[in-house]
Each structure stands twice: as C-alpha cells, then as structure tokens.
C-alpha cells in the first residue's frame, strides 16, 4: 500500500486511488459537527450561487460555509465547528461552500473514493482508508485558499500517514506544532472576531468523532456522509 502527501488544488486535482481530502481550519471539523448533530448529508459545492440555488431549489435546506472565513449573505451558517456545535440540523442537508475544503472535494475527479478529514475524525478515517488494503492511498493538505501550505492541513497528513503505515502517531506532538503555527493565531485575534478560540478548541480535539466522512458523487454533487468503518 502505497501512501502520498499532495497539497492545495494541484494536489487535489492529481489525487488516485483512495483519497482523503484534509481541511483542519476549519471545513471537516465544521462538517463533521453538523453530521454529528444529526446532518442527514452535506453537499459540498464549489461557489455561492450553486449553494444558494441547491437551496432555493429544495435539494438542501441550509446553507454553511465562508468567504474570506466569513458567513457570506444569505448564509444560515459560517465555516465556524462552535457555531454549528450549537445547531440541531436533524434530518437536514446541509449544503457547504468554503474556499479550500470543498474546493479540494470538487476538484479531485480522479479519486476512486473518497473522504473528507480533518483531525476529529483521524484515525477513523485511516481506519475507512485501509479497509481491504488498496494499492494506492493520497493524502491532500488544502492549505489556506487552496493556494498556500498551512502547518494544520500537512501535520493532519503526516499524522494519517503514521496511522495508515502502522507506525507510532504522536496526537499530542501534532496538537503542540499546531498550536504554536501560525495558523492558530487568527482563533481569538480581535481583528478577526469570525475566527473563534472555540474553533480551535474543537478542530485540535483529535478523534472526537467515532466515524469517517465518505463523499460520493450522486447526480453530479458531491454528498458527504457519516460512514462507520466496521
Ligand atoms: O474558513 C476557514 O477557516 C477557511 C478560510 S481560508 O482558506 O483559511 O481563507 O476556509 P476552509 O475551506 O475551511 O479552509
């Protein structure tokens, strides 16, 4: 079983096999708290106005997500897990749009299968991974925009790649390089009040849930849910 690190959208684009698409701040933490709180799906699409119409045409019933790391107009929902956490979504799809998660999902066409993960959902996901030991495994770090590395998305990668190989995997060091990146700094900035200390709290509580997040393309969307590796 071989596994690859890729990064940002090339990665993403030149993902095989069985891929995990990884976005740490803050997408599939925030995606996996509205599964957890009872999401029936998340949609995860590209741009505002595909968000919008999937809602006003009743495929889902609420909008999450950012730009910039902010709610955009017409959003029930930012990208922000401590918001969702306080949210019931029973029964609900979700539609999401953020400017690297879902841009990674929609652009990694190649992928056999996949999944979206993030650091709550660690070693289910390398559990879901692994499942009948396929050949070829990918790992994409989303960065920042998709356009530049951010130490949470990598850590995550190399975190998943130590679980997959079987070799020792230090939550403890990954949630200490994490907390000392720059990255973390903007949870708690006054300038940036979006970005919520809680936020960081929830997305470096490693392995909080107890399932994956599979994404499979039904009817051209591509619909996140809850997968329970056995
Ligand atoms: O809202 C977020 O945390 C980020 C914004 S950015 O990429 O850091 O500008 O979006 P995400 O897709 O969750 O990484």
Do not use: W
Not at 35 to 61: K, P, W
Not at 99 to 119: F, H
Not at 186 to 215: N, S
């Amino acid at each position: 079983m071989e596994v690859v690190i890729r990064s940002l959208a090339e990665g993403a684009k030149q993902a095989v096999g069985r891929v995990a698409i990884i976005d740490v701040f803050r997408a599939f933490t925030t995606a996996a708290v509205a599964l957890a709180n009872g999401a029936s799906r998340i949609i995860m699409v590209g741009t505002l106005e595909e968000a919008l119409a999937l809602r006003t045409n009743g495929i889902g019933q609420v909008c999450m997500g950012e730009v910039g790391g902010r709610a955009p107009p017409g959003f029930d929902f930012g990208n922000s897990p401590f918001e969702v956490s306080g949210a019931e979504f029973r029964g609900k799809a979700v539609i999401q749009r953020t400017s690297a998660g879902t841009q990674g999902i929609v652009l990694a066409e190649k992928a056999e299968r996949m999944y979206a993960a993030s650091l709550v959902v660690a070693s289910t996901t390398a559990k879901a991974l692994r499942t009948g030991t396929p050949d070829f495994i990918t790992l994409v770090a989303m960065g920042n925009n998709a356009v530049s590395r951010a130490d949470e998305d990598e850590l995550c990668a190399m975190y998943l790649r130590s679980l997959l190989q079987g070799k020792r995997a230090n939550a403890e060091a990954v949630r200490a390089l994490i907390l000392a990146s720059e990255e973390a700094e903007r949870f708690g900035d006054p300038a940036r009040p979006h970005f919520h200390p809680r936020d960081l709290e929830i997305a470096l509580d490693i392995d909080r849930f107890d399932f994956a997040i599979r994404v499979i393309t039904r009817e051209g969307q591509a619909v996140a849910e809850i997968e329970r590796p056995a």
